[in-house]
């Protein structure tokens, strides 16, 4: 994983202790803006996952994703 999987915050606090089958939800913090399609491909391996990205988080503008995000552990 590059220096972007490094910047993972934590898993996102779900509503019960246990384990429920559903996807494991990370947060990510950008250290600065970053396209959201880098960030897909980084995490992903996979660039056309950034519209993903982009519906779950409300993302303004695809070009410049800087505030924390969730994304889909795989």
């Not at 600065?32 to 519209?51: H, K, N, R, T």
């Not at 993302?59 to 800087?66: E, G, K």
């Amino acid at each position: 994983c590059s220096r972007l999987c490094t910047r993972i915050v934590s898993p996102a606090k779900s509503g019960s202790g246990r384990r429920s089958g559903l996807p494991r939800v990370v947060q990510y913090d950008p250290p600065q803006s970053v396209p959201a399609v880098l960030i897909a491909y980084e995490f992903y391996g996979d660039a056309e996952l950034d519209e993903d990205i982009i519906a779950r988080n409300g993302t303004r503008h695809p070009l410049f994703v800087s505030e924390p995000i969730e994304l889909i552990s795989p």
